[in-house]
C-alpha cells in the first residue's frame, strides 16, 4: 500500500517557476513509477510526466516537454515536478500516482494523491 500527498502548489504570474512535491508512504515506495497528471476545469485528467523507480527513465507530455522536470528520491520517499516557464494553460489541479508500471495512461496508476492547485496568471 502506496499513500502520496502533494504539496508546493500555488499562484505564480506565467513565465515563473513552482516546484511540486510528493511525499509517499509505504516501504515498498521504491519500487513504483510515479507520475504527476493535470487537471483542469472541465476537461479530463491529463498525463504531464512520469519517471521509472530508479529514475533511470523519464516520460514527458509534449506540452510540458522541455519546461518540466520530474525528479525523484527515493532516500526521502519523494518525487518532485520543477515547472517552469510556466504558462496560464497549466493551471490545473496536478497529482501524483504511483504504478507497478511506467505507462502513460490513468489506468496504469494503482495510488492517487489528492492534488494540489496550481493557478498562472496572464
Known amino acids: 500500500q502506496v499513500q502520496l500527498l502533494e504539496s508546493g502548489g500555488g499562484l505564480v504570474q506565467a513565465g515563473g517557476s513552482l516546484r511540486l512535491s510528493c511525499a509517499a508512504s509505504?516501504?515498498?515506495?521504491?519500487?513504483?513509477?510515479v507520475g504527476w497528471f493535470r487537471q483542469a476545469p472541465g476537461k479530463e485528467r491529463e498525463f504531464v510526466a512520469t519517471?521509472?523507480?530508479?529514475?533511470?527513465?523519464?516520460n514527458y507530455a509534449d506540452s510540458v516537454k522541455g519546461r518540466f522536470t520530474i525528479s525523484r528520491d527515493n532516500a526521502k520517499n519523494t518525487v518532485y515536478l520543477q515547472m517552469n516557464s510556466l504558462k496560464p494553460e497549466d493551471t490545473a489541479v496536478y497529482y501524483c500516482?504511483?504504478?507497478?508500471?511506467?505507462?502513460?495512461?490513468?489506468?496504469?496508476?494503482?495510488?492517487w494523491g489528492q492534488g494540489t492547485q496550481v493557478t498562472v496568471s496572464s
Open positions: 519517471i521509472t523507480w530508479r529514475g533511470a527513465r523519464t
Open positions: 500516482a504511483a504504478s507497478s508500471k511506467f505507462g502513460v495512461s490513468r489506468r496504469d496508476f494503482d495510488y
Open positions: 509505504g516501504r515498498t515506495f521504491s519500487s513504483y513509477a
